[in-house]
């Protein structure tokens, strides 16, 4: 009889994909017929039965399109189809498995192929599918009983006598790889007492120190898992296949806390229903565990410190350049102040000649409506005009009221500005325009530059806000720009140059960053001190004239508080630029907020010279 291409192709993907429900089926019948107290207790061992007998049915289906027949004469033996069976015959026949088990055994794994074709369908010719299977079985069946027949008795008591010498081997390697571990294991059956258990649990159970005492003792039944029966018996009431909880014991050793992990058996016999309990002992885990969860504290603590110290430390050299510049921005004030004084005072005695003028008029006007105008009256009224020169007051108090009001506004917009700069303010981000921190920053410092330099700004004017504490930023651009007002100063004071320098800032959007570079033509940093800028308290200026916070405050700013970075992009004598980058979205700099330290408590900068390929930003490092 043939199989068609179509019914090979599926026998064969059926075979290749189903074999979690032979392994299913073969399972079923053997434990409902008792087979099972004879085969493994592992569902491996059953997988790889499955495994080699459809192998051998894909086999006989590859070679030909014919249905295998019995002949009288053939040496089934000699078929590489039966070789499966055969050998596996010979492994039973070693475990003292006799020829009538293992036929009934097959028996039952050729149902299990026959109900796997009865339950998918899909084949053209489904009997003829069925017969296949059915010769196959039949075929391997007869191989090893013809293997079985022909060895004697004498040979197969040899074969048993060294399996079981090589049986008590393996037994003896697993007792002793049970009793050699370290952690306690106990096992039990279904009803939670104990069948046996390890040298270490022997320890913890009862104080012994003797390997297999348990597993050699007569009576295995008379002990509870300590402290778990009402655990185990909750797992059997609900079929659950772990539980994992903490104990905690008193042993020889003392207290002890252990992680107790129990798990039903892998046995899918059933012969052996019951449960694994190992015990880690967690107790120096535990004591780590609350050893780093102080440690943690004290770290978190500790940063809570650093950032109210850096807090402090802003704030301080914060009101510190507030101190630095207040008689810079009197000035600034006092010179409008001084001018609107002025214009009040001339308003004040403009005033009272209008005033005058006006009260003449009123008695001419007076006179007039009553008809009698003297020649003295009017003599006086033209006086008063001439002494208050009119044309002159009208000509002027518009301008005085002007200037005074420019004046008003321009006190008004330093006081603003140094408001904006000088208060603590919140911690929180807010959305800011850079553009109007800088124009503001160059207000308030512009008694420190103005002298000294010219400013030219090119900001961007589609720059974006971005998210940021705007005290801390105010305070970089004004630590940085008051750097570079210095700087020029000592290169004209060093050169006897009366000409101004300059200051050039420029705004930009770059990617996901907002840039603003700060350039000056002033004396730049020597090559050798250019590693050191940021770190606390350096200075180059003589004692009393800086403390060596500026830049050290910048960094705090821009790269710790802010994920930013701030590069020292170049420096020579003909002067020196500083890069800020902000971030336009928070955590796109993620690296920058790790707290960057160097060993000693200085600060990384990394900085060479412009020319030098391993220059890098201090947020890279």
């Not at 659950?240 to 020889?252: A, I, R």
Request: aromatic share 8%; net charge negative.
């Amino acid at each position: 009889m043939r199989i068609n291409r179509h019914d090979r192709d599926v026998l064969i993907d059926l075979l290749q994909s189903s074999e979690d429900r032979l392994i299913e089926l073969i399972i079923y019948y053997t434990n409902q017929e008792g087979y099972t107290s004879y085969t493994s207790t592992l569902k491996e061992a059953w997988k790889l039965s499955i495994e080699g007998l459809s192998k051998a049915i894909i086999e006989v289906v590859e070679r030909s399109d014919m249905v295998p027949e019995l002949s009288p004469e053939e040496d089934y033996a000699k078929d590489p189809a039966t070789q499966f069976g055969v050998i596996e015959a010979q492994r039973h026949r070693g475990r003292g498995v006799n020829l009538s088990m293992f036929l009934g055994l097959m028996k039952y794994y050729r149902q299990s192929y026959v109900d796997l074709l009865t339950e998918s369908g899909g084949f053209d010719y489904p009997k003829s599918v069925d017969l296949l299977v059915r010769r196959f079985f039949d075929r391997t069946e007869l191989a090893y009983c013809d293997e079985w027949a022909g060895t004697d008795a004498e040979a197969q008591i040899k074969q048993l006598s060294r399996n079981n010498l090589q049986l008590a081997t393996e037994k003896n390697k697993y007792l002793t790889m049970f009793e050699s571990l370290s952690s306690p294991v106990i096992l039990c059956d279904e009803d939670g007492k104990v069948d046996n258990y390890n040298n270490a649990a022997g320890r913890l159970l009862l104080g012994c120190d003797t390997p297999g005492s348990r597993y050699y003792a007569e009576q295995r039944n008379d002990l509870e898992p300590p402290g778990l029966h009402h655990e185990l018996g909750i797992m059997k009431h609900k079929g659950l296949d772990h539980w994992e909880l903490e104990k905690s014991y008193t042993t020889p050793e003392g207290d002890r806390t252990y992680g107790v992990r129990i798990e039903r058996m892998l046995d899918v016999s059933h012969k052996f229903a019951g449960y694994t309990i190992l015990f880690n002992d967690i107790t120096e885990t535990i004591q780590w565990g609350a050893q780093l969860a102080e440690i943690n504290r004290e770290q978190k603590q500790l940063i809570e410190d650093l950032n109210s110290t850096r807090q402090h430390l802003v704030q301080s050299e914060k009101m510190a350049a507030i101190g630095q510049l207040a008689s810079g921005v009197a000035h600034e004030i006092n010179t409008p102040i001084q001018y609107i004084g002025e214009n009040i005072q001339f308003m004040q005695e403009a005033f009272g000649d209008l005033i005058d003028t006006a009260k003449q008029h009123l008695n001419l006007l007076s006179a007039v409506e009553g008809g009698s105008v003297s020649r003295d009256l009017l003599a006086q009224a033209r006086s008063q005009v001439e002494e208050a020169e009119l044309d002159y007051l009208f000509d002027e108090i518009p301008v005085a009221v002007k200037q005074s009001l420019d004046g008003v506004a321009k006190v008004s917009s330093i006081v603003t500005a140094m408001k904006d700069f000088a208060r603590p303010g919140t911690n929180d981000k807010i959305d800011t325009d850079l553009n109007g921190a800088v124009v503001s920053t160059l207000q308030v410092s512009a008694n420190e530059w103005k002298y000294h330099a010219e400013i030219e700004t090119e900001l961007d004017p589609e720059l974006p806000l971005v998210p940021v504490v705007p005290s801390e930023i105010n305070q970089a651009l004004l630590n940085v720009i008051v750097n570079a007002a210095a700087a020029i100063k000592e290169c004209e004071e060093r050169t006897n140059s009366r000409d101004k320098g300059r200051i050039k800032i420029i705004t930009r959007k770059s990617g996901d960053w907002v840039v603003i570079e700060i350039s000056d033509t002033g004396r730049g940093i020597p090559r050798e001190i250019q590693s050191k800028i940021f770190d606390p308290f350096f200075t180059t200026r003589d004692v009393g004239q800086g403390k060596g916070q500026g830049l050290t405050v910048a960094y705090l700013a821009i790269v710790i508080k802010h994920a930013g970075e701030i590069a020292l992009l170049h420096s020579s004598e003909e002067g020196t630029a500083f890069e800020i980058r902000l971030p336009i979205n928070p955590g796109i700099n993620e690296a920058a907020e790790r707290k960057l330290w160097r060993q000693g408590g200085r600060f990384h900068t990394g900085f060479t010279s412009p020319d030098d390929p391993s220059m890098r930003k201090v947020s890279d490092l």
